[in-house]
């Protein structure tokens, strides 16, 4: 590295050294270090939220995803502004911070445990966050800490220390304030590489009408030679073995869906679509953000920060991951992105390094940096707070709040880090934690969250209820069904002898397409049959 490349890493962990130490300085109670004060600029709350959402694995990984099958994946962005930005901010927002306040609630599974009366679903959601979200960290860690050791060339565990380190510092000094202010940074360094990416993209291919003309030519040349040879013929997960797997998928072209109710179709609009863009509704590390700002017009007025700072992130990584292929094809002796790379998860990482001016993939790093920090910080926040706040203190209810949580941080970023020691050749399960995390909170409680929200007729048994069935139903579903986490998991293998006990399309069914119905069902049923809740309490949670 040079002298400029060591003033930037010292700049960069300089400030966020700087906004950690503001946070600090800024956190005066438990309120500051739990939910940032409920008086967040929504300019700080959009980007903390966007860049929270975004993952080193959704840059990486969906960019990979999508040298693999193309544009397809693009309904996922359009989903995520209409869901993930607009529902959720516009419908879901405010109703949550007036509740919220009302109800004096920190946490996510604290706002669930008052708004239903109940200790126990509190410290339910509190073992749910501790239970599987670790994996999900773990994931994020791993992608993060093999970037910074590839780059800089030093060995991965000395970098894992390292970067836990970093992280651990400012969430645990700055609370939620910290991990905020440290997210609105990371977020603009994202926000700002993808732009540049996009750019110097289209600029290399010749302008947008001709970077999207080519790929049709590139799957004919490239993939449509394979029509004649087996799959049994290629290397099991080798690059023309995937594009082989996705014709038989239904896909036809990196510019079209796949055919309707096909394998492909299936995994596109289940899986990656309805999976992800329904299940950010019910992530607790970004709930927990509606209730960190101070009026309705503030978060108004973080829609259109939100919505454009997603475009930038999804739509951007999915069109220049489809566009590699032409790129690839033109300036790599004609071949297409993962027979270059290797695999999908090294076409982004490698198209950088080849196709990117060397200052370029220099800022990528640090964009790949910040956006495995901004998740993680905000990972282990919301696990510290599962333990210290939605544990310890229902059990011992006159122990201090920031304590304990500082406690619960430590503890959750100890573990999450062993487990992205023992993993570090990432297997299969960690990979697919994401989408387990996503399919498990939003079947578990959204039902809950939502008629939390507007049904009054909700009872605190309808909601456990639901809440049971969403968490039997998925984990069903995910063991012994859905063909990537039964196979990854292996234990319907063990015990039936094949990887999924069902056969058929239905195996491609992502898990919430099957948990979420019948969790929603079992609410509404559980509720109208038990004793409505009393009205003194619910005019605590609805009204001022």
């Known amino acids: 590295m040079g ?36 008086d967040t600029h929504p300019f700080i709350m959009a980007l903390s939220y966007g860049a929270t959402f975004i993952s080193t694995a959704a840059i990486v990984g969906f960019g990979g995803v999508a040298a693999w099958l193309g544009n397809s994946l693009l309904w996922l962005t359009f989903f995520n502004i209409i869901i993930g930005i607009f529902v959720a901010f516009v419908f879901f927002g405010n109703p949550t911070r007036k509740m919220g306040y009302r109800l004096n609630a920190h946490t996510f599974p604290e706002f669930l445990g008052k708004r239903y009366d109940s200790k126990f679903i509190q410290m339910f959601g509190g073992i749910i966050i501790l239970l599987f979200m670790p994996l999900y960290a773990t994931a994020v860690l791993i992608g993060g800490t093999h970037f910074i050791a590839l780059y800089f060339q030093v060995d991965y565990h000395g970098a894992l220390l390292v970067f836990s380190l970093i992280i651990t510092a400012y969430v645990i000094a700055g609370g ?55 799959i049994k013929e290629l290397k099991p997960g080798g690059p023309d073995f995937m594009m082989k797997l996705s014709t038989m998928w239904g896909f036809s072209g990196w510019n079209s869906m796949p055919s309707f109710f096909s394998p492909g179709w299936l995994f596109v609009i289940t899986t990656i679509t309805l999976g992800v863009g329904i299940g950010v509704l019910a992530q607790p590390q970004l709930i927990v953000r509606f209730m960190t700002v101070s009026s309705k017009q503030e978060l108004n007025r973080a829609v259109l920060i939100g919505g454009i700072f997603i475009v930038s992130m999804t739509g951007i990584v999915f069109i220049v991951g489809s566009l590699t292929n032409a790129w690839y094809f033109e300036f790599n002796e004609g071949k297409n992105a993962l027979q270059s790379a290797g695999s999908i998860g090294k076409v982004i990482p490698h198209f950088i390094n080849t196709a990117m001016p060397k200052w370029f993939a220099f800022i990528f790093l640090f964009a790949l940096i910040s956006a495995a920090m901004s998740t993680l910080s905000s990972q282990f926040h919301t696990m510290g707070t599962a333990v210290g706040r939605d544990l310890i203190q229902q059990i011992k209810p006159k122990s201090n709040s920031v304590i304990v949580t500082r406690l619960g941080i430590i503890i959750m970023i100890s573990f999450s880090v062993a487990l992205a020691y023992a993993f570090d050749k990432q297997p299969a399960i960690i990979a697919r934690s994401t989408a387990i995390f996503f399919a498990l909170c939003a079947s578990i409680f959204l039902p809950s969250y939502i008629a939390g929200l507007f049904w009054k007729r909700m009872t605190r048994t309808g909601a456990i209820a639901s809440m049971l069935v969403g968490l039997l139903s998925s984990s069903f579903w995910l063991v012994f069904v859905h063909f990537k986490e039964a196979k990854a998991l292996g234990i319907a293998k063990a015990l039936t002898g094949s990887h999924s006990v069902l056969s058929g399309k239905i195996i491609f069914v992502d898990a919430l397409i099957i948990a979420l119905p019948l969790s929603i069902i079992t609410a509404i049923i559980v509720s109208l049959m038990t004793k409505p809740m009393e009205e003194k309490h619910l005019n605590k949670c609805f009204n001022d």
């Open 176 to 230: 939620l304030k910290g991990v905020m202010l440290t997210d609105a940074l990371q977020g603009s360094i994202m926000f700002i590489a993808m732009i540049i990416l996009l750019f110097v993209t289209f600029d290399s291919l010749g302008g947008i009408d001709q970077a999207f003309g080519k790929l049709e030519n590139v799957w004919n040349q490239t993939v449509g030679s394979l029509a004649n040879t087996s």
């Open 3 to 38: 002298a400029f490349e060591n003033i930037i890493i010292i700049l960069y962990l300089s400030l966020i050294g700087y906004l950690g130490f503001l946070g600090y300085k800024q956190t005066k109670n438990t309120t500051d270090y739990l939910i940032a004060g409920r």
